[in-house]
């Protein structure tokens, strides 16, 4: 079985900066977006003029007074 891994604290230093950004492997953020367009799509023979996208990243969590996601 895995060992559970604790999330990376990086203090947050400099002028107007506080509290700390937190990193951890399993930290992701998803976006989907509704796309109207032309475009031939992977293995399709038509043309397409509408169609979603996903996109998968890295994300961290700067803390503060309030929670802040980011994808780096």
Known sequence: ??????PIREL???????????RHPAYAQISAARVSGTAYLYGSDFV??????????RSERVRDLHDWYHAP
């Open 12 to 22: 947050n230093t400099g002028p107007g900066f506080g509290g700390y950004t937190e």
């Open 48 to 57: 397409h003029h509408h169609y979603v996208t996903l996109k998968i990243a």
């Open 1 to 6: 079985m895995r060992q559970p891994v604790d």
